[in-house]
């Protein structure tokens, strides 16, 4: 096929219709092509009020010798996979997030039946648990918005956005789409899911893997692990109060950036683990109205959806402030894993029409900021914010919000302006400053005043801030070996994901699982 670029379309029209303009800027009519497909669709909204998509197509060309004028396309292709794997065990992977998920795929495309453990429930049960915290403030520690099917991605924007050049981007996309995804992820350019479509797609998924010999075990518990001679030989889980044991001499840790009892234990065992940078912050809130404004102005012909925006400015202290897993139309929402703790994150629905935006608004933690003895110390810096946060919110799960202005002038906010909160359970109007480190608090305001110039009404005195954002990565990481993919110290134990310190976000945590699935396959 050829590639047809920079086709730079105005006004909504049909896709045939920007086709027809794709191939009169070159010269050719569709009676000379086989098949054709969109490769990708942007928006470009530097030059207000001229804003514009720019489309890319893929021709394929009835007279090949035509082609010769054009660039050619290579489209990717994954390596003809050999099965060498003997073993008669079966892996085990822990977490049924999107790094387990794919492994779990890879392994069953290619004749392999893993078992997949996971603490938290099928993701309509799990919905049905985050609802009922939601009303009744009842916390159900296993199954939440970091625990379940899905992972901690299931609640969020579902973003597919990645900086990784990797051929098996397109797999994960492609996967997708088999599984329930709209098409337009394939080549729009930023894709997102949303966690309306997420839920359909992780019980096709889940169909799959249990349809082709893969066994999925809900509600259970990973509590041990027997380690024999530097090699994994059994996994120890618990269900209903029943102690369960699994034989097996590959396990994949999929177990995601919350799932600290298994870092705490995992580390007890020797298994080497290392200290890693993170970040911390808050959500921040605008009227999706003015984010709109703001980056589209309001002559634009053209049906844009809600704006997103991506932000960092790096401080005179020598921080990095940044805009994280920004949620147009979306809400801010309780993404706590223990009781009496409050964290945020931030979810969208595939339509993003919600009243509100929100972004995490992170300042970046180095090891020396919490380093003390172990490499978990980075786990207590988050819990003692996370339990701080809870206190401030009024010990019942509301958690503490505040009004730009007042944030910048470090007093306990007294009213809501136009920007009303989306958190449940519930708010409490507070200074954020009281639980921030200072070094997060000076710089964020700092940050704001500077954002304000890249993103103008960033810095609106009503924006809300909620606290507190503590997720947004793995504070540890599980030490492999770059090339096998194997924990440095122990054979056959699978370091992978976000929670193993190797993905941030749902993209690169499928991209790793499909890695650690392909090494698997070759031992």
């Known amino acids: 096929m050829i590639r047809l670029k920079s086709i730079k379309i105005n006004e909504e029209l049909s896709d045939e219709k920007v086709l027809e303009r794709a191939l009169h800027k070159n010269n050719l009519r569709k009676e000379e092509i086989v098949s054709w497909n969109i490769y990708k669709k942007s928006v470009d909204a530097r030059k207000k009020p001229d804003i514009y998509y720019n489309y890319v197509f893929d021709v394929e060309l009835i007279d090949k010798k035509k082609e010769n004028k054009f660039e050619k396309v290579e489209y990717y292709k994954l390596e003809k996979i050999q099965v ?42 799990r919905t049905k648990d985050v609802n009922k915290f939601i009303e009744t403030r009842e916390f159900n520690n296993n199954s939440n918005v970091q625990f379940g099917e899905g992972g901690a991605g299931t609640f969020s924007d579902g973003k597919l956005n990645t900086g990784n050049s990797s051929i098996y981007s397109r797999k994960v996309l492609e996967e997708f789409v088999r599984f329930g995804a709209p098409k337009e992820i ?16 992780l019980k096709n998924m889940r169909n799959f893997i249990i349809q082709n010999g893969g066994e999925i075990r809900f509600e259970e518990k990973v509590i041990d692990f027997i380690i024999k001679d530097g090699k994994i030989e059994s996994v120890i889980s618990e ?33 080497q683990i ?13 009227l999706q109205a003015d984010i709109n404004y703001s980056q589209y102005g309001n002559k634009t012909k053209l049906k844009l959806g809600s704006a997103d925006y991506k932000l960092v400015y790096h401080a005179k202290n020598g921080r990095t402030c940044y805009t994280f897993c920004m949620c147009p139309g979306g809400k801010v929402i309780a993404s706590n894993s223990e009781d009496n703790s409050i964290v945020t994150n931030g979810m969208s629905n595939f339509a993003r029409d919600g009243k509100n935006a929100n972004s995490a608004l992170l300042v970046n933690v180095n090891i020396q900021d919490f380093y003390k003895a172990t490499p978990l110390d980075g786990i ?39 920007v009303k909160p989306t958190y449940k359970p519930g708010v409490k109007l507070s200074n954020l400053n009281n639980i921030l480190p200072v070094f997060v608090s000076e710089t964020i305001k700092e940050a704001l005043l ?3 110039k890249k993103l103008y009404g960033f810095a609106d005195k009503d924006a809300i801030l909620t606290g507190i954002e503590t997720r947004s990565s793995s504070p540890v990481q599980i030490t ?7 924990s440095v110290n122990v ?23 499909i890695k650690c699935g392909l090494k698997i396959l070759e031992i």
């Open 239 to 271: 269900k209903d109060k029943k102690i369960n044991k699994v034989d097996t001499d590959t396990v994949v840790l999929a177990i995601g950036h919350s799932a600290r009892d298994t870092f705490k234990k995992l580390y007890d065992l020797g298994v």
């Open 491 to 513: 054979i056959g134990l699978y370091p992978c994901g976000e929670g193993a310190g190797y993905a941030g976000g749902i993209m690169t945590s499928a991209i790793d699982g």
């Open 450 to 452: 500077e954002l304000n």
């Open 380 to 418: 207590d810096f988050q819990e003692k914010l996370e339990k701080a946060a809870f206190v401030l919110g009024g010990n019942d799960y509301n958690a503490p919000i505040q009004r730009v202005e007042d944030f910048l002038q470090n007093k306990e906010s007294s009213f809501v302006g136009k």
């Open 186 to 201: 394939l080549y729009v350019a930023k894709p997102h899911l949303g966690t309306d479509n997420l839920v359909n797609i």
């Open 274 to 286: 290392s200290p890693k940078n993170f970040a911390v912050g808050v959500r921040i809130e605008h």
């Open 480 to 486: 492999r070996n770059p090339d096998s993919l194997n």
């Open 84 to 125: 060498k794997r003997k073993s008669v065990l079966r892996p085990v992977i822990i977490g049924d997030g999107p790094a387990g998920l794919f492994c779990a795929i890879i392994l069953i495309e290619n004749g392999i039946k893993p078992i997949i453990i996971e603490r938290g429930r099928k993701v309509e049960d």
